[in-house]
């Protein structure tokens, strides 16, 4: 699981922001999302790099229009 969160962070540069607060709440962020596809039973570290990027997406972009249902 943390290779997937080191894997998340290094693919959207997140290590490159400046305010270490900001930094950690990101990856504390991405650990519970990645803590919760884990324990419904998401192991292979692949998907859960692209979950965890997608999500981090939604989290900087909010959520995709498409498929608000609006």
Do not use: W
């Amino acid at each position: 699981m943390d290779e997937a969160i080191d894997r998340i962070m290094s693919s959207a540069e997140i290590e490159t922001v400046l305010d270490c607060q900001i930094r950690e709440e990101i990856k504390a962020k991405i650990g519970n999302y990645v803590a919760m596809l884990s324990s419904a039973g998401r192991r292979d570290a692949n998907q859960l790099t692209e979950y965890g990027l997608a999500y981090l997406r939604g989290l900087r972009h909010g959520p995709d229009s498409r498929y608000t249902g609006c």
